[in-house]
């Protein structure tokens, strides 16, 4: 199966397109919702967490696994690439979401990107970092949402208030520069915000959402690399798995992923 891990519920909106994009491969997503958030934790902690999560997911038998998660991408991925792979599965594969992200983002030829994130991930200034590593004359500007996570986590995306919170962030983006003309959602819960964040941009701004890029990218790593496309089932099935309660789990897990998840429930560290 190919892994997908997350320190909770925002990764199905990535398995989501994925799995729309590519629906023949078998899939196995993680949640560790008993650990969430892990933007607000140290770099240390997050890789051990991201660690766990991997080792558990391979011993399940993935050769390839997908860090669907934007803090785990940020603290932990190189590390887990550079150290903890070719020592202990030289063999597996794992990969991020930051990384195939700014490669779509550059793609587009534009001078001036917008990143709306978790605090956490903007503190790491991981997709500057990585968009400048590729095109240092590309200017990124980021903003922080810390109260969206919470927000659709409680089920309030269709709330009033919501409208005027996405709007105060905009403001906040837009501030620091008006020719922005694109912006990357660069937590995997916002787009379940999609259709707010476009009535509130200008006609001109173009948002990008992080699961088709990372489908895209995925058919595109797979077609390059045989030595793990062959090891993939294709079976179309879908298994779930989380760290917390598995009856919360399922019923948050239908606003993300689009429809009806039973999980079973597991023990990480």
Same mark, same amino acid.
């Given at each position: 199966?190919?892994?997908f891990?997350?320190?909770?519920?925002?990764g199905?909106t990535?398995?989501?397109?994925?799995v729309?994009?590519?629906?023949d491969?078998d899939?196995?997503?993680?949640g560790?919702?008993?650990?969430v958030?892990?933007?607000?934790r140290?770099q240390?902690?997050?890789y051990q967490f991201t660690?766990?999560?991997? /080792?558990? *997911? &391979?011993? +399940?038998?993935?050769p390839?696994i997908? %860090?669907?998660?934007?803090?785990?991408?940020?603290?932990? $991925?190189?590390?887990i690439?550079?150290e903890?792979?070719?020592?202990?599965?030289?063999?597996?594969?794992?990969?991020?979401?930051i990384r195939?992200?700014?490669?779509a983002?550059?793609?587009?030829?534009c001078?001036?990107?917008?990143v709306?994130a978790?605090e956490?991930v903007v503190?790491?200034?991981?997709?500057?970092t990585?968009i400048n590593?590729?095109n240092p004359?590309?200017?990124?500007?980021q903003?922080?949402c810390?109260?969206?996570?919470p927000i659709?986590?409680?089920?309030?995306?269709?709330?009033?208030?919501?409208d005027m919170i996405v709007r105060k962030?905009? /403001?906040g *983006? &837009?501030? +620091?520069?008006?020719?922005i003309?694109k %912006?990357?959602?660069?937590c995997t819960h916002?787009?379940? $915000?999609?259709?707010t964040f476009e009535k509130?941009?200008?006609?001109?701004?173009?948002?990008?959402?992080?699961g088709?890029?990372v489908?895209r990218?995925?058919?595109?790593?797979?077609?390059?690399?045989?030595?793990?496309e062959t090891k993939?089932?294709k079976?179309?099935?879908?298994?779930?798995?989380?760290?917390?309660?598995s009856?919360?789990?399922?019923?948050l897990?239908r606003v993300?992923?689009?429809q009806s998840?039973?999980s079973?429930?597991?023990s990480l560290g």
């Amino acid at each position: 199966m190919i892994g997908f891990f997350d320190s909770g519920f925002g990764g199905l909106t990535i398995l989501k397109k994925v799995v729309a994009f590519l629906p023949d491969y078998d899939y196995l997503y993680l949640g560790d919702n008993a650990r969430v958030p892990y933007g607000n934790r140290s770099q240390k902690m997050v890789y051990q967490f991201t660690r766990e999560a991997v /080792d558990f *997911l &391979f011993k +399940q038998g993935c050769p390839l696994i997908i %860090i669907a998660c934007n803090a785990a991408s940020a603290k932990a $991925l190189r590390r887990i690439q550079q150290e903890f792979l070719p020592e202990a599965y030289p063999d597996r594969r794992v990969l991020g979401v930051i990384r195939p992200s700014a490669e779509a983002i550059i793609e587009t030829g534009c001078q001036k990107i917008g990143v709306l994130a978790t605090e956490g991930v903007v503190a790491s200034g991981a997709y500057r970092t990585e968009i400048n590593k590729v095109n240092p004359s590309i200017k990124v500007f980021q903003q922080a949402c810390p109260l969206l996570v919470p927000i659709i986590e409680a089920g309030e995306q269709d709330w009033e208030g919501t409208d005027m919170i996405v709007r105060k962030y905009l /403001d906040g *983006l &837009f501030a +620091q520069d008006r020719q922005i003309d694109k %912006i990357l959602l660069a937590c995997t819960h916002y787009p379940i $915000l999609s259709k707010t964040f476009e009535k509130n941009v200008p006609s001109h701004v173009a948002i990008f959402e992080q699961g088709p890029i990372v489908a895209r990218k995925l058919k595109d790593y797979l077609r390059r690399h045989t030595e793990i496309e062959t090891k993939l089932k294709k079976g179309k099935d879908r298994k779930f798995l989380t760290t917390d309660v598995s009856e919360k789990f399922d019923r948050l897990a239908r606003v993300f992923f689009g429809q009806s998840v039973a999980s079973d429930l597991i023990s990480l560290g």
